[in-house]
């Protein structure tokens, strides 16, 4: 298979895949749509999915929220500011950003496509919380824009997926992501690796699962123990062992390399913001994480997709 990024780079950084795709750079401007989830408003549990607080990466949801068409001129303001940026993504973030009757979803999306500049939506949800209207609706919009449909994946394994309440099995993933495609949209996953309920193995093992996916990009995230959340009390009364920041590195470079080389990178750690964090509470900037798993590629002589379908050799 061809590589579809300079091997210098080693692995496929999705801001490249979208420079490819629209020839200019593309920017990504987050929207709170006002949702909730079904984890949430008691129509599968309430308190959430264990280890979730969207407080620790999104502002805290403020009484009234601003029309979407402020939230992304705002957005395209401050980023206007610092880059010479020119199209833009609007991307649904928090919460489960389809779980809404379809005119209510249609109207939200097509206000955000309407704004000049924005050439097209991230939408951030669940794999149950996508019904054929609503794929229907993505299919119709993506016909004339950019539609990519980013899954919370989370784990391959149905244990982690019950012991975090997240309340689907992988099957709904799977089949989900299938359904995503046969609409002809985007497909990007979101995968947290760290849960107590997997081994290293079995953490590892979680990329040949995701190689038979067919998705277009993917999310890597360690487990964050967050304040506030029912995963900090399981924690706090019973500590497990979290990642530091080179096992995290080294994780992701075994990771990488055996990941389908198609498959673009979005993120490749967690981030939270300042004082949510209980655990694991690293010295390490994102950015100096990147640059370590940058290092160790080198290092290895390797990159993403070298190990895909072939044997490992030793190191
Ligand atoms: S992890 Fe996602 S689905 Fe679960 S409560 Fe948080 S926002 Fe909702």
Not at 50 to 78: H, W
Not at 105 to 110: S, T
Not at 221 to 248: D, G
Request: net charge negative; hydrophobic share 35%.
């Amino acid at each position: 298979m061809t590589l579809p990024f300079p091997i210098e780079e080693k692995y496929f950084h999705y801001s490249r895949y979208l420079h490819d795709r629209f020839q200019t750079r593309v920017y990504r401007v987050s929207v709170d749509g006002g949702f909730t989830c079904p984890t949430r408003d008691g129509s599968k549990s309430v308190g959430g999915c264990l280890y979730c607080s969207n407080d620790s990466f999104a502002p805290t949801r403020t009484e009234i929220l601003p029309s979407i068409s402020d939230q992304v001129k705002n957005g395209m303001e401050m980023i206007q500011h610092f880059h010479k940026a020119k199209k833009f993504l609007c991307y649904f973030q928090p919460f489960t950003n389809t779980y809404a009757p379809v005119d209510k979803l249609e109207k939200l999306y097509r206000e955000a496509l309407a704004l000049p500049d924005v050439i097209g939506l991230c939408i951030g949800t669940r794999p149950d919380c996508v019904s054929e209207e609503i794929l229907q609706l993505l299919e119709n919009l993506n016909r004339d824009s950019y539609i990519s449909v980013e899954f919370g994946i989370e784990s391959v394994y149905d244990k982690t997926l019950a012991w975090t309440k997240r309340g689907h099995t992988f099957d709904v993933t799977r089949r989900a992501i299938q359904s995503a495609k046969d609409h002809g949209l985007h497909v990007s996953g979101h995968l947290i690796l760290g849960f107590p309920t997997e081994t290293p193995e079995e953490m590892l093992a979680t990329v040949d699962v995701l190689n038979t996916l067919d998705i277009d990009a993917l999310k890597i995230h360690h487990l964050h123990v967050v304040k506030t959340t029912p995963l900090a009390k399981i924690y706090a009364e019973q500590p497990f062992r979290v990642f530091s920041e080179n096992e995290w590195i080294t994780l992701v470079c075994d990771f990488l390399e055996r990941l389908r080389p198609d498959i673009s990178i979005q993120r490749l750690c967690g981030e939270a913001r300042t004082g949510t964090l209980v655990a694991p509470v690293w010295n390490l900037s994102k950015s100096e994480i990147i640059e370590g798993i940058l290092a160790e590629l080198t290092r290895r002589g390797t990159h993403q997709g070298f190990l895909f379908n072939q044997i490992e050799p030793e190191k």
